[in-house]
């Protein structure tokens, strides 16, 4: 996919008590995703997501509905899932009128080839972690899941995210960063040089040599891979956070949300 100029948000986890960061989406998607021909949410956009069958909670209402409204506005909107929001499947899709897109993907935007990712399957060092994500991506976790009731789903939802908390505070915070050569493999097999990533709440623009790169001569900016990160949304907080990338011709750029 091509697009003369985009703009990228992901890690929101809107629930029912972030209803400031709600509200920052609502605003984000009325008054600054419509100047931009595509919007990309890289995932966990839900704090929790139990199944396409639960869109008429009330969040998931105003979350698809601005959507909804900023697709019918022109700008086309991509969604990809994160590790809070794997559920998200078609149903939200067409309520939404979003495009979900497979994790990682590379699309095209201003010129610039991008490799697109929610960013926890490059978290190889959290070995616990990928050994959830595989069991939990499952055909057979899933359908089980799927089969029980949505109160249930809830309660289910509920404590794996306090069992993930707490398994959290037992990791360092390298273990669960991306590990750039796993990064910077898929970057060259996808032969990009600019990556992009959320999930880890780290939010920068790093530059890394790319080792073993022949055809790049030393020095040339072909020779590093930039990988930029998003950040979370928190505005709630009296510090609140928050931003979405923008990437036109002039190149990437952090933007605040306002
Ligand atoms: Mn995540």
Redesign the pocket.
Known sequence: MNHSSAVFIS?LHLHAATPKTLAAFESFCLHQAPHFPALYVL??LFEAYIGDDDLLHPINRRIVQALRKLSNSGTIVYFMQ???DFLVGEGFARASAAILLPDPVVHAIAGFKLLIS?G?AWCIEDVEYQQFRAQSRSAAWRASFLSQALPQRREIAHSMRMQSEEAKKQKSVEIMDVHVPTVLQAANAAGVSMVLH??THRSAMHQHQRMGDSQAAVGSSASFLSRIVLSDWDFESSQPRGNALSIDATGPRFINVT
Do not use: S
Request: proline share 0%; net charge negative; charged share 40%.
């Open positions: 890690d995932g966990d994160g590790n809070r929610h926890d959320g999930h």
